[in-house]
């Protein structure tokens, strides 16, 4: 079972996942699970790549505009629930 999404934390891509881009967005294809998730936006999927660069979710969801967090928040728990992104190691959680 897949630990509740924490924005508060750190994330970042599996390594067992590989994104192939799309007019769209990206296809996210994990090896292990075998799963296919589909990231609709071209933002989401930068999003997703630069997840470790940030120390939390929250400071990554600061680089996008106003309007299309709360979506791509959801897309994010999404994706954390199907083991696409997982917690960052040595990341603590910001209070």
Not at 29 to 46: A, M, Q
Not at 74 to 93: K, N, Q, T
Request: charged letters at 20%; proline letters at 9%.
């Amino acid at each position: 079972m897949t630990a509740p999404f924490e924005p508060r934390h750190g994330y970042r891509l599996n390594p067992r996942v590989a994104l192939r881009p799309e007019p769209f967005g990206a296809l996210a294809y994990h090896f292990g699970t075998r799963r296919l998730s589909f990231l609709k936006s071209p933002d989401l999927v930068e999003l997703v790549r630069g997840l470790q660069a940030h120390q939390s979710v929250t400071d990554a969801l600061a680089m996008v505009p106003a309007g299309r967090r709360d979506l791509c928040l959801r897309a994010l728990a999404a994706l954390a629930a199907s083991d696409m992104i997982i917690p960052s190691e040595g990341r603590s959680e910001i209070p």
